[in-house]
């Protein structure tokens, strides 16, 4: 079992950065991959970026791209998001989830789920 607490979300201005936490009970990820994912109201749940435990490798989606970077550190078993050039329309509920085997954008395929954080961006 694998249990993921978020942190990190808050109200930021337009233009303005935020850093998201992921804290992981599992001691060990080797075989994982971690995503984020962000939920809007009313809308459905969208990939963000996702990172390759063993490797580090990174993958984003596009409207993230270029703002928003993905990261891991081991030794706290804590997957982190770094925001910036936030826009409004960043605006959602935020969610860290876990999966065995290589990494995904589709949310069907990941096994654990965090409980989300609010990202509120203002205009």
């Known amino acids: 079992q694998v249990q993921l607490v978020e942190s990190g979300g808050g109200l930021v201005q337009a233009g303005g950065s935020l850093k998201l936490s992921c804290a992981a009970s599992?001691?060990?990820?080797?075989?994982?991959?971690m995503g984020w994912f962000r939920q809007a109201p009313g809308k459905q749940r969208d990939f963000v970026a996702a990172?390759?435990?063993?490797?580090?490798?990174?993958y984003y989606a596009d409207s993230t791209k270029g703002r928003f970077t993905i990261s891991r550190d081991n030794a706290k078993n804590t997957v982190y998001l770094q925001m910036n050039s936030l826009k409004p329309e960043d605006t959602a509920v935020y969610y860290c989830?876990?999966?065995?085997?290589?990494?995904?954008?589709?949310?069907?395929?990941?096994?654990?789920w965090g409980q989300g954080t609010q990202v509120t961006v203002s205009s």
């Open positions: 599992r001691r060990t990820f080797s075989n994982y991959a």
């Open positions: 989830a876990a999966k065995l085997g290589p990494w995904s954008s589709r949310d069907q395929t990941y096994n654990y």
């Open positions: 990172i390759t435990w063993s490797d580090g490798g990174t």
